[in-house]
Each structure stands twice: as structure tokens, then as C-alpha cells.
């Protein structure tokens, strides 16, 4: 088997072929950015160990992309945040 074989595009986002909309981004973070080991990624998520694989080959070979896209997100969502100040100022003009 191969890569091809285990990842699949769906809505412009790789997911693990046979697993809904699991993407294989989610699967390869949480081995490399949280350190569970494979075994364990496996059993979270019902994978073989070769679709874990995929996921991680998936990620390193889209690596600049896919961290790129993630600090835009986050980037997004702060900016997108409400602070408590806003939060208080909303909750004032509501009572009016």
C-alpha cells in the first residue's frame, strides 16, 4: 500500500480515506506536536498503523503549507476575539 491509498481529498482538505472527514493533518499533530506515540494515535482514533503513516508522510511532505495555514488561523481568531472590555461594553449596551 501507499499513500494514495490511505489519504484522500475532501473539501480541499486531506482526510484518512475510509474515516469520514478525519484529516490527516489532526492525526499527524497529534503524534508531532502533543509527542503521543503511534500505537496510541491508532487507538484514539481506530487507524492502522500504516494510515498514521500516511497521515505524517501527508503532513511532512505539506509541511510549510499546513503550519502556514495554522498561524493564520490562530492569527484569525484573536484578532477575531473578544477581550473582556468588549465583552463588558456589549453586555452595557444590551441592558439599554
Request: aromatic share 8%; no cysteine.
Amino acid at each position: 500500500m501507499n499513500i494514495i491509498n490511505h489519504i484522500e481529498m475532501m473539501d480541499g482538505q486531506a482526510v484518512i480515506r475510509g474515516h469520514g472527514h478525519l484529516k490527516a493533518k489532526m492525526v499527524a499533530r497529534m503524534h508531532l506536536w502533543d509527542g503521543v506515540s503511534i500505537e496510541d494515535v491508532t487507538a484514539h482514533y481506530g487507524l492502522t498503523a500504516s494510515e498514521v503513516y500516511a497521515a505524517l508522510a501527508y503532513y511532512y511532505d505539506n509541511q510549510d503549507e499546513l503550519e502556514a495555514e495554522y498561524e493564520r488561523t490562530v492569527a484569525e481568531s484573536h484578532d477575531e476575539a473578544l477581550t473582556l472590555e468588549a465583552y463588558k461594553a456589549k453586555l452595557a449596551r444590551r441592558k439599554r
